[in-house]
Structures are given as C-alpha cells and as structure tokens.
C-alpha cells in the first residue's frame, strides 16, 4: 500500500494542507538539501515555521489526524500522529537571517502535482556551517560537492 | 495500441501502490489518464498505418529514447568533466548527486529518509 512508503500520500497531504492553509513555513535541514539532490541521509523532514501559533497548523494538523504538542522544559514542540511522525519543528535556524529575510532563498519543488517551498542549499550549508556540530561538519563536504554539481548542471 | 487500464492498475499494486498515488506522483490528471483510455489509440492513425504499410509492429518506428547504459555513460562523462573543474571536490559527491538530479524531488527525499532511518544517525 501507498501507505507503507516512507514519505507517502499522508506525509505529502500534510504539506499541502500547510500550503492550503497558507501557513508560511519552509523545509530546511538534510531533507531540503536531499530535495536539491545532494546525497545525504537524514531521518527527519525538519521544518521550520515563521509563527508557530499560525491557526493554520493546527488546521493542517487536523486534517492529517496529528496534534501539536508544545515545548515543555528542554523538549522542543513537536508533532504527534502517524502522518506526520517524520516532521520535526525547527525554532531557531543557527547562522541564518529571521524567516522572513531567509524567504528570499526558497525554491519551489514539485512534490507530486504541488510545490513546496525548500531553503537553497548554499544556505542550507551556512546554516551547518554556524552549527559547527560533528555531524553537521561530516554532511558539510557532501553539500558541498553537491553544490558544485548542481551549479554545473545549471549552467 | 491501447492504454491499459487494467495493467497499470495491475503494476501499481506489484510496486505496493495504488493508480491515485502514481497518479500524483507523476504529476498526471486523473483526467488526462481517463481521456488517454478512452481513446480507441494513443498512437496517431498516420503512425500505424506507416507501420502497417512497412509490415512492422508500431514499436518499430518509434525511438524509444537513450538506453539506460547510453543515459549512464552520459552521466559519467558529466561527472567526470565536473570533478575535473572542481578537483577539491570528493568525484563520488560528484557522481551519485548527478545521478539524484535524474530523479523526481521526492524519490531523492526517500532514499536520504531510507537510509537514515535504516542507520540510526541521530
């Protein structure tokens, strides 16, 4: 069944509900830089949210059968339910502008018959840069390399 | 030449997926997909009749595209002209993002969610 994919029909109607709702909100992280095509692996889609009590979300949420389960002591907010276990809530991008001036670096990338909106991954790579955690200094060549190859391609 | 309906249900359900599903996937109306297995052909009337003025299947005068081993050594020839103008760059980087950048977004997506579910890289 469509179902047992790994990303499939619930975690795509998720995200467009989200657009449906005009949450404003972009994916960022290994999962935006895999969208882009750089070969990274990652076990989360991270998303991050310009206002996290947008209604939208909630709406999104509902739709979906999930619920928002807020921050309590040092658990950042996450996201309960089956379609979207995969998601997790970003809060703060370390290295980069506040959403709104980051919104200037999106691309828009079909999933299925929508779009969704995904930080480039130059800044995907600053962003990783400025956390400066071992994992994130292991991905850093790859999303290098990956950049250079795309830029080729696009040339 | 017909499309069949029933062999692209059938094949949907050998890869564990339903029409809708494909569907959306590749980005085709359910509209489109109806309208095309209505028509009695989906290959132009002129095609098969030069096919059956040549005494050949219709398959035979159509060009079916590059062949995955012509499309990989296109790829490789890429990567390599690539890695050649970036040296400081890892040529295997080079090579599987090439060969992500053949796939659609969200296929890339679920290999990387594949992979790192399958290795705890948390």
């Keep these: ?155 | 030449m017909k499309l069949d309906v029933e062999k692209v249900k059938s094949l949907c359900r050998k890869r564990g997926t339903s029409l809708q599903a494909l569907l959306q996937e590749a980005g085709v109306s359910r509209n489109a997909f109806y309208t095309l297995a209505r028509k009695k052909s989906i290959v132009p009337q002129s095609i098969v009749t030069l096919a059956e003025q040549l005494e050949v299947p219709v398959s035979s005068v159509l060009d079916k595209g590059p062949t995955p081993k012509t499309r990989l050594m296109a790829l490789v020839y890429e990567a390599h002209r690539t890695a050649a103008q970036h040296q400081d760059a890892d040529p295997d980087n080079i090579r599987h993002t090439l060969i992500l950048l053949d796939e659609k977004p969200v296929e890339r997506l679920r290999r990387a969610l594949r992979r790192g579910r399958k290795f705890d890289l948390r």
């Design chain 1, 1 to 155: 069944m469509a179902e047992n994919l790994i990303f499939g029909d619930r975690e795509a109607e998720f995200l467009k509900e989200l657009m449906r709702q005009k949450v404003d909100f972009m994916i960022v992280g290994l999962a935006a830089a895999a969208l882009q095509g750089a070969p990274v692996v990652t076990q989360d889609v991270d998303l991050w949210f310009r206002d996290l009590a947008d209604i939208g979300i909630g709406r999104a949420l509902k739709k979906v059968r999930g619920a928002y389960v807020p921050p309590m002591g040092h658990n950042p907010p996450m996201f309960a339910g089956d379609a979207v276990q995969l998601f997790d809530i970003v809060v703060h991008m370390h290295g980069l502008s506040p959403f709104e001036e980051e919104k200037e670096h999106l691309l828009k990338i079909p999933l299925g018959r929508f779009k969704v909106p995904v930080l480039k991954l130059e800044r995907i790579i600053a962003s990783k840069k400025a956390t400066g955690r071992d994992k994130d200094k292991l991905a850093m060549k790859v999303l290098k390399d990956a950049l250079a190859a795309i830029r080729e391609r696009e040339k």
